[in-house]
């Protein structure tokens, strides 16, 4: 359900978590078909795309020095794979300009000479030097590895704080006029190449109208749950399930997800929370020496901003009950996306089982001690498919099924 901007009148205290009670006017205008777009949005993408040309620039610069870099250290990785498996074919050909290469090439020859030997005397001296060898050529190549990583490192260090304007303006939808505006004729990176012409090009994606982003929607929907696994990097994975929805370059994401602390990381205070909330909702496994808990993984991403909103409210339903429907609620940042995790509340979880919309609205305090609060704009998550998708994770939760595996992960014996 999606609240029209200027219809809700909240009137609560701005601290967390209070008690709010919201209070809708005596008359109503009708609610539009759809929204009309926030009135900040224009200006504030103008300024993105303005702000992104010299860190896309920045950007292209870096990746020009990293390449060679890279493809430097994929092709040590590929010596050194073929190296541990002594097997050529995994690096062939190898090539005789480099120094590296030819000295994997020479050590593979002498190796194989080692290995006849080995096979017709059995002498365990030829076997020694062999194990010598492969281990002084791992040791090079690993040690180019990391000098090439090293040198990779000094140059994304010199950038300075590169990561954060970066993640405005990767993958977001630029507007047309103000890339030029910032493009001049010498400037030949390919954000301005794309931008001065007309071609379809994959990397970048401009509007003629930044009006036009509030008509660009795109959804995911609730993923379906997979049972806990462990990933190559030896990190839990599985038991969660997530959604997202974009418009424009706004992106509203949700997750649940599983938490896992040690029990002796925990006060016995946070202890006894943390299983009064496993209580109430119904998950009776316990590990001796980890805590694993449904948790919601909230994120906002939005550059800045778009309409002057102060506060933002995770929420079921239209807001008319506060108190019951809020699931967050906190101040909206001068820049940059907001992140937060959400401990699951059964309250919360069994209406997102039962399919329930949530929306993400942001409202305008008219100032620091204003107990009324205008409602700027507002995105909801999709729900197709949520009340299976979450349904079917709680009752893996909640059925035993979760226990089974995390103790075939983490056997509680310590074994």
Do not use: C, I
């Given at each position: 359900m999606k609240i029209s901007p200027r219809l809700?009148?909240?009137?609560?205290?701005?601290?967390?978590?209070?008690?709010?009670?919201?209070?809708?006017?005596?008359?109503?205008?009708a609610e539009p078909a759809e929204p009309p777009p926030p009135a900040g949005l224009a200006a504030a993408e103008i300024a993105r795309s303005l702000r992104c040309v010299p860190t896309l620039a920045r950007l292209d610069t870096l990746n020009v020095k990293l390449e060679p870099l890279a493809v430097r250290s994929t092709r040590m990785r590929q010596l050194l794979d073929a190296v541990t498996r002594e097997d050529t074919t995994r690096a062939a050909p190898f090539d005789a300009r480099d120094p590296v290469d030819a000295s994997v090439s020479r050590w593979f020859a002498a190796d194989q000479t080692l290995a006849v030997q080995y096979s017709t005397t059995g002498d365990s001296l030829v076997e020694a030097r062999r194990a010598r060898g492969r281990e002084e050529i791992g040791k090079r190549l690993q040690s180019v590895i990391d000098s090439t990583n090293v040198r990779a490192k000094e140059l994304m260090d010199a950038t300075g704080e590169l990561d954060g304007e970066v993640a405005e303006c990767e993958n977001v939808l630029l507007v047309r006029s103000a890339v030029l505006e910032r493009c001049p004729p010498s400037l030949t990176i390919p954000v301005c190449a794309a931008?001065?012409?007309?071609?379809?090009?994959?990397?970048?994606?401009?509007?003629?109208?930044?009006?036009?982003?509030?008509?660009?929607?795109?959804?995911?929907?609730?993923?379906?749950?997979?049972?806990?696994?462990?990933?190559?990097?030896g990190s839990i994975l599985g038991a969660e399930s997530s959604v997202s929805e974009r418009r424009g370059n706004l992106v509203l994401g949700l997750a649940i997800r599983p938490m896992v602390q040690e029990r002796a990381n925990l006060t016995p205070e946070e202890l006894a929370t943390l299983e009064a909330g496993l209580d109430s909702i119904g998950v009776t496994y316990k590990h001796p020496r980890f805590v694993i808990a449904p948790t919601l993984s909230f994120e906002f991403i939005i550059a800045e901003p778009i309409a002057g909103e102060n506060f933002y409210f995770l929420h079921f339903g239209d807001l008319s009950q506060p108190t019951r429907d809020v699931i967050w609620s906190g101040p909206a940042p001068a820049r940059g996306p907001t992140r937060m995790i959400i401990p699951g509340r059964k309250s919360v979880l069994d209406r997102l089982a039962a399919g329930e919309i949530v929306s993400l609205t942001a409202v305008?305090?008219?100032?620091?001690?204003?107990?009324?609060?205008?409602?700027?704009?507002?995105?909801?998550?999709p729900s197709l498919r949520?009340?299976?998708?979450?349904?079917?994770?709680?009752?893996?939760?909640?059925?035993?099924?979760?226990g089974q595996d995390f103790d075939a992960i983490v056997p509680p014996t310590g074994g």
């Open positions: 809700l009148l909240l009137l609560l205290a701005v601290t967390l978590p209070a008690p709010m009670v919201a209070q809708v006017p005596d008359t109503l205008a931008a001065r012409t007309d071609s379809v090009v994959a990397t970048y994606h401009f509007v003629g109208d930044p009006v036009e982003m509030w008509d660009v929607e795109s959804s995911s929907l609730w993923t379906d749950p997979v049972r806990l696994g462990v990933s190559p990097n305008r305090f008219a100032d620091a001690t204003s107990k009324q609060a205008e409602a700027v704009y507002s995105l909801e998550l949520q009340d299976s998708a979450v349904g079917g994770l709680m009752q893996y939760y909640t059925g035993g099924q979760l």
